[in-house]
């Protein structure tokens, strides 16, 4: 590829490119002061090669769901006047650690445990009755309580099949 004017400055198309990402995404990015770039005196616009790692972040965080301000907000954690170090990356990302463990427990339950009733007051699938009998779940507040509260604190089917309780 080549680097440029310098090795340390990308144009936008060399952004674009090594990013795997449009130029048009890169400037929506900058209007959402996401990444900042300078101006040469032709009027063209010059990104620090750091900037590839910040592009790289927000497209990650946005595929797995992280709103575009909560990115905004951690990116300004970060310096602006050196290029950010492993502990400037570690600091930040800390901010969304306990944020992602929770969608990952979210994102588990949703690829292996949705087959199951999830608590949300259907009653709609066969073991709505022996896992949420009479919508008890209901008491516990809105949406899918099973999902939300996590199983080990419910009645389980299983546990309850084993009990010989509420069947349909
Ligand atoms: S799936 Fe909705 S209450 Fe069981």
Redesign the pocket.
């Known amino acids: 590829m080549n680097k440029g004017p310098s090795e340390l400055e990308l144009t936008v198309g060399q952004l674009a490119q090594r990013s795997g990402t449009t130029v048009s995404a890169l400037h929506f990015y900058e209007r959402q002061n996401l990444i900042t770039s300078w101006r040469t005196s032709g009027n063209q616009r010059r990104y620090h090669r750091d900037t590839l790692r910040r592009v790289a972040l927000i497209r990650i965080a946005q595929r797995v769901g992280i709103s575009l301000a909560d990115i905004r907000e951690a990116l300004a954690a970060l310096p602006d006047n050196r290029v950010p170090n492993r502990r400037d990356w570690q600091r930040m990302s800390q901010r969304w650690r306990d944020d992602l463990n929770e969608r990952i427990r979210l994102l588990e339950q949703l690829r292996d445990d949705f087959t199951d009733?999830?608590?949300?007051?259907?009653?709609?699938?066969d073991?709505?009755a022996l896992?949420?009998p009479f919508?008890e779940l209901g008491a516990h507040g809105a949406g899918p309580r099973r999902l939300l509260e996590g199983k080990s604190s419910l009645r389980t089917v299983e546990g309850a099949e084993r009990s010989g309780q509420a069947s349909s």
């Open positions: 009733c999830v608590g949300c007051g259907c009653m709609s699938i073991r709505c896992a949420n919508d």
